[in-house]
C-alpha cells in the first residue's frame, strides 16, 4: 500500500468514532471523524475520503441524509453501521446508494473484510478473469474453476454468478438481480431467482451445508464474499 | 266545559238568527242564507258533529218561524217541503266540507311540523355527534317536537337485553324494558294506546343489526314521521361508532409508531456502548502479544460482553413482538445460511469447540424471518455450548420434517448431561434462552422440542414451516 486509503468515520458516538479510528489507523488506514450527518458532507466534500462508515441514527442529521448527499455527486464506497432488528433502515439505506452494512456490534476483523471489499471493488475495472480463495471465474470464456475442477453452468446461473461475483463483497437486491438478468421478462418473480441461485449454489459450493461464496442477506437478496471470515 | 260553550254559543248563533230575522220580517229565502252563514260558521268552530246538530236544528226553527202556518212544524205548501229539504241537504254538506277542509288543513300543518322536526333533528344529528351527549340531546329535542309527552333513546350493547339509556324523559316503568329489548329483536315497530295519544316503540336497525329502540309515549306525531326519526337516530348511532373506531384506530397507530420510535432508540443506545467495548476489547487483545494471562482476561471479557449482547438482542426481539411491532417477515431463508450466521453470531463458540453442520440434500429452505430464526438458533447453540463438556463437538443438522412434507426441522444435538427426569424442570435449569426461543418459534409459526440423545445428551428440535419453491421450476 503506497498511499493509505483515508476513511471517513460518520458516528454520534465519540466511543465508536475514536475506537474504530484507532482500529483503522492500526490496519493501515488514514481517518477522518464526524458526528453527524452534516458535519459527515462537509468533511466529506472537504478530504474526499475512500470510503465512507457511517452511522444511521443521529441527532440532527442522520445517516440518510448523508447517503444522499454524497449519492448526488459521487460514488465513493458507503458502508453502514446499523443495529439489528432495523432492517428496513438498512433496506432504505441501501436503497438510497449505501453499498453495504455492518450490524452492531460487529467484530473488528468483520469490519476490516467489508472495508476491504468495498475498497477493492472500486480500485480495479472489472478484470477478464475474477479469482476468489478456490473459485476462478473466467468471464471471456464463460468458464468457471472450483477446486481445479471445472463446473457446468447453464448461461443464467453463469450471468447470477458473474453479476455477484462483479459485485464480490455488495448485497445485491431480488429486484436488482432480475433487472439485470431477466431484462427481457420482467415478469420474473423471486422465486424464480432462488431456484437459479439454489442450483448455482449446489454447484460452486465446496460443502452446501457451509457456504462460502454465496450468501443470502435477509430482507435483501444475495450476496457475494470476496473473502472468507 | 269547552264542549258546553261550544254547544252554547251554536245555540245562541242560530236564536239570535232567528230573532233578527223574525224581528225584523226578513223573508224566508233572506233568512235560509243567513242560517247558512251560521251553519258554516258552527261546523268551523264546533266540528262534524255540532254542525250536524246545527243543521237540523236549524231547518227546524227555520220551519217554525218562517214557513206558513207559522209557528207549527207542519208545511202547508208543497213547495216548501223542498226548499226545507234543499236546505237542509246544503247545511249538512257545507258544514262537512268545512270541517274536511279545516281537517285538511291540520294534517297538513302537523305534516309540516313533522318535516321541520325531521329536518331539525338530521342537523342537530350530522352537525354535532362528535360532542359527547350530543345524541341523547338530538333525540330528546326530537320526541319533544313529535309530541311525546315521554319516552327517549335506549341503545343496545351487543345485545338488546344490555340496554344503555342515552336520554330519557318523563318516567320509566321497568316493564318498558321488556318491550324495549322485544322490539329490538324483532326489528319491529310496537304502537300501543295510551291515555293521552299512543306510546310508540320504533327499533334502531343498521345493516340488518339492532342497535337501539326509540320509544315516544303519549304522542300523535304520525308513523311515518317517528320512523323517520328512528332511521336518522340509527344512521347517527352508526356514524358515531364509526367515528369512534377510527379514534381509537389513529389512537393504536400513534401508540405503534412511538413504540417503534422507542425500541429503535433503546437497541440504538444500548448497543453502542457494547459495540465500543467490543471494539477496544479487539485493540486490547492485539496488544497483549506475549502476555497470555491478559489475553485470558481480555478474552473472557469480550465473552461476556458477547452473552450480554446476546440478551440484549433476546430482550428487544420480545419486546418487538409483544410491541406487535416486528412482525414477523418471512422469506425463504437456506439452512445453511441460518448455520453461517449462527457461526458468525457465536464466534467464541465455534471457537472453544468443534461444531459440526450438515444439511440433507433435500432439504427444503425455510420460511421464515431470518433474524428471527437466527436468534432462536443462536439461543439453543449457546444453550448446548453451556451444558457441554469441553472440547466436545455440537452438531448442526438440518433435514425435511420426518413427517409433515410442509415442514424442516432444525436440529442442535449436544453432549450435556441430559434432559432432567421431570419434563418440566428443563426451564429452569435452560434458562431464559430456551423461553425466548420458544416464543420466537412461535411467532414464526414453528416449535421448539427437547428430547433425550441417543448415547448421551440433548437433541433440540426445531421445526419451521417449509419455503415451496415452484414444482415446475425446481427441475
Redesign the interface.
Known amino acids: 500500500m503506497t498511499v493509505s486509503s483515508l476513511i471517513l468515520i460518520v458516528d454520534d458516538d465519540a466511543a465508536i468514532r475514536d475506537s474504530l479510528s484507532k482500529e483503522l489507523r492500526a490496519a493501515g488506514y488514514a481517518t477522518v471523524t464526524a458526528s453527524d450527518g452534516r458535519e459527515g458532507v462537509a468533511a466529506f466534500e472537504t478530504r474526499a475520503p475512500d470510503l465512507v462508515l457511517t452511522d444511521l441514527a443521529m441527532p440532527r442529521s442522520d445517516g440518510f441524509e448523508l447517503i444522499s448527499a454524497i449519492r448526488a455527486g459521487a460514488r465513493t464506497p458507503i458502508v453502514v453501521l446499523s443495529v439489528r432488528g432495523a432492517d428496513a433502515d438498512k433496506v432504505r439505506a441501501l436503497d438510497l446508494g449505501a453499498d453495504d452494512f455492518v450490524t452492531k456490534p460487529f467484530s473488528v476483523a468483520e469490519l476490516m473484510a467489508r472495508v476491504r471489499a468495498q475498497l477493492r471493488r472500486t480500485g480495479a475495472s472489472t478484470p477478464a478473469t475474477l479469482s476468489f480463495a478456490e473459485l476462478t471465474i473466467e468471464i471471456e470464456r464463460r468458464r468457471v474453476v472450483q477446486g481445479g475442477r471445472e463446473v457446468r453452468l447453464t448461461p443464467t446461473e453463469f450471468a447470477l454468478l458473474e453479476l455477484l461475483a462483479t459485485n464480490a463483497g455488495k448485497p445485491m437486491f431480488i429486484d436488482q438481480i432480475i433487472a439485470r438478468i431477466w431484462r427481457d421478462t420482467p415478469s420474473t418473480t423471486a422465486d424464480t431467482v432462488r431456484v437459479h441461485m439454489s442450483s448455482l449454489r449446489k454447484k460452486i459450493e465446496p460443502d452446501p451445508s457451509d457456504p462460502r461464496y454465496i450468501i443470502t442477506e435477509p430482507w435483501v437478496g444475495y450476496r457475494f464474499i470476496a473473502e472468507p471470515l | 266545559m269547552h264542549r258546553a260553550f261550544v254547544w252554547l254559543a251554536a245555540l245562541a248563533a242560530l236564536a239570535a238568527v232567528t230573532a233578527f230575522g223574525w224581528g225584523i220580517g226578513l223573508n224566508a229565502s233572506t233568512v235560509g242564507f243567513l242560517y247558512l252563514i251560521a251553519v258554516l260558521l258552527i261546523s268551523l268552530w264546533g266540528g262534524l258533529l255540532a254542525g250536524t246538530i246545527a243543521s237540523v236544528v236549524a231547518t227546524l226553527c227555520y220551519n217554525f218561524f218562517f214557513f206558513r202556518p207559522l209557528y207549527t212544524l207542519t208545511i202547508a205548501e208543497p213547495a216548501n217541503w223542498f226548499a226545507l229539504a234543499a236546505f237542509l241537504i246544503s247545511s249538512v254538506t257545507v258544514s262537512r266540507l268545512v270541517v274536511a277542509a279545516r281537517g285538511q288543513a291540520a294534517t297538513a300543518e302537523q305534516r309540516r311540523k313533522e318535516l321541520g322536526t325531521l329536518y331539525g333533528l338530521s342537523i342537530d344529528l350530522f352537525a354535532a355527534t362528535n360532542r359527547v351527549g350530543a345524541l341523547g340531546e338530538a333525540a330528546g329535542r326530537a320526541l319533544q317536537l313529535l309530541g311525546a309527552r315521554g319516552g327517549g333513546l335506549v341503545l343496545f350493547d351487543e345485545s338488546p337485553y344490555r340496554q344503555r339509556v342515552i336520554s330519557w324523559n318523563g318516567e320509566k316503568p321497568e316493564e318498558i324494558e321488556d318491550l324495549i329489548a322485544g322490539v329490538g329483536r324483532h326489528k319491529e315497530p310496537l304502537e300501543l294506546p295510551s291515555p293521552l295519544g299512543r306510546d310508540v316503540y320504533l327499533p334502531l336497525v343498521i345493516g340488518g343489526k339492532p342497535t337501539g329502540t326509540l320509544v315516544a309515549r303519549g304522542t300523535e306525531a304520525s308513523m311515518h314521521a317517528l320512523e323517520s326519526a328512528a332511521w336518522l337516530l340509527a344512521l347517527s348511532v352508526e356514524r358515531q361508532r364509526f367515528v369512534e373506531e377510527s379514534a381509537h384506530l389513529q389512537g393504536l397507530r400513534e401508540s405503534e409508531a412511538l413504540k417503534t420510535s422507542l ?3 433503546i ?2 443506545d444500548l ?6 467495548i ?3 476489547m ?2 486490547l487483545r ?1 496488544r497483549a502479544v506475549g502476555d497470555d494471562e491478559l489475553r485470558e482476561v481480555a478474552g473472557a471479557i469480550a465473552d461476556e460482553t458477547e452473552r450480554l ?1 446476546r440478551r440484549i ?1 433476546n430482550l ?2 420480545m419486546a ?1 413482538l409483544e410491541a406487535g411491532r ?1 412482525k414477523p ?1 418471512p ?4 439452512p ?2 441460518l ?3 449462527a457461526r ?1 453470531n457465536l ?1 467464541q463458540v465455534f471457537i472453544a469447540r468443534p461444531v459440526t ?3 440433507d ?1 433435500d432439504c427444503p ?1 425455510a420460511n421464515v ?3 428471527l430464526a437466527l436468534e432462536i438458533l443462536v439461543n439453543l447453540v449457546e444453550n448446548a455450548h453451556r451444558v457441554s463438556p469441553p472440547g466436545v463437538p455440537i452438531e448442526l443438522v ?1 433435514r425435511r420434517h420426518p413427517i409433515d412434507a410442509d415442514k424442516l426441522r432444525l436440529e442442535v444435538l449436544d453432549r450435556g448431561p441430559g434432559l432432567p427426569s421431570a419434563a418440566d424442570a428443563d426451564v429452569a435449569q435452560r434458562g431464559l434462552g430456551l423461553e425466548i426461543a420458544r416464543s420466537l418459534a412461535a411467532a414464526n409459526g414453528g416449535s421448539i422440542g427437547l428430547a433425550p440423545r441417543p448415547g448421551g445428551g440433548t437433541v433440540a428440535r426445531i421445526d419451521l414451516p417449509a419455503a415451496l ?2 414444482v415446475e ?2 427441475a
Open positions: 425500541l429503535r432508540a437497541s440504538h448497543t453502542t456502548p457494547i459495540t465500543a467490543t471494539i477496544r479487539e485493540s492485539r449482547r438482542d428487544l426481539s418487538r416486528a417477515h422469506e425463504p431463508t437456506p445453511a445460511d448455520f453461517r450466521a458468525e464466534s453442520v450438515h444439511v440434500p429452505d424471518d431470518p433474524s438440518a419453491l415452484p421450476e425446481r
